[in-house]
Each structure stands twice: as C-alpha cells, then as structure tokens.
C-alpha cells in the first residue's frame, strides 16, 4: 500500500512540471528563388553582358552550364550590378571552364548582371549557356 501511495504522490510531482500546453511557432519562411538561363554565340575577343533582377536579399550562384565547341577553352566569367547600361564587376573568373561557377551575396533587390567574355582564347566563336539562381 506505501509503494502505491509513493507511486502516487511521484506522479501528481511529474504531472505538476507540464507546462501545458505551447504556442506552436511559425516556421521561419524559405525566401524564393528564381532560376534564369542565358544562352549565346560568343565571337573571339568579344563579351555579352546579361542584366537580370534580384527582388530580395540572399545568395545569387551563377554558372557556366554549357560551353561548345571546345569545353576545355576558358573564358571571362562575371557578378557584378547593372546600371542601366554597364556591369561594374563584383566577381570574376578570368580563367572559367565548363561548370565553372561563382556566387555572390546580394544585399537588397536590385538588378545584376552576368558577363562572359574571350579572354584571347577562343579561337572563332563559342556558344555558351549562363545559368543563375538568385533570390
């Protein structure tokens, strides 16, 4: 009979720390991401620049997804913020190949830009496919 009244007087004691029950949290919310692909003929000695629009903050990871005819050249690969009319370069890879990629953080919305240039290695054209995700 004592240990059924001990069993008792130990369980209103566990009983008596629940808090009850709790507020459920709100999940903190996964910022959007958007995929953007960019495609080209790039001439020997030239460069294209590609502007696009970051609407957050958060991480932007460009790559250099396709590379033709000759994926073992390597080109100019850059991050940097559009003004309306140049790329001031933030990140570069003067010696990008194939997969190549680079990733920046991007303070606020805004527009960027991708650049992908010859940097004296091509040997007549080169046909290239830019892919970035951004927020």
Not at 3 to 24: E, F, K, M, N, Y
Not at 30 to 42: H, I, N, R
Not at 86 to 105: E, P
């Amino acid at each position: 009979m004592r240990s059924l009244a001990a069993l008792a007087v130990v369980a209103a004691t566990v009983a008596c720390d629940d808090p009850g029950p709790t507020a459920p949290t709100d999940p903190t919310p996964v910022a959007a991401t958007f995929t953007e692909t960019f495609s080209g003929t790039l001439p020997r000695n030239g460069a294209i620049t590609f502007p696009f629009t970051a609407l957050a903050a958060g991480s932007a990871t460009a790559t250099l997804a396709d590379l033709g005819p000759d994926s073992t050249i390597a080109l100019g690969f850059a991050m940097g913020t559009w003004n309306g009319q140049s790329c001031h370069l933030v990140i570069s890879n003067d010696d990008a190949l194939q997969f190549t990629t680079i990733t920046g953080s991007v303070g606020s919305s805004g527009t960027l830009c991708l650049r992908i240039s010859d940097i004296g290695r091509v040997a007549t054209t080169a046909t290239f496919t830019l892919t970035v995700v951004h927020p």
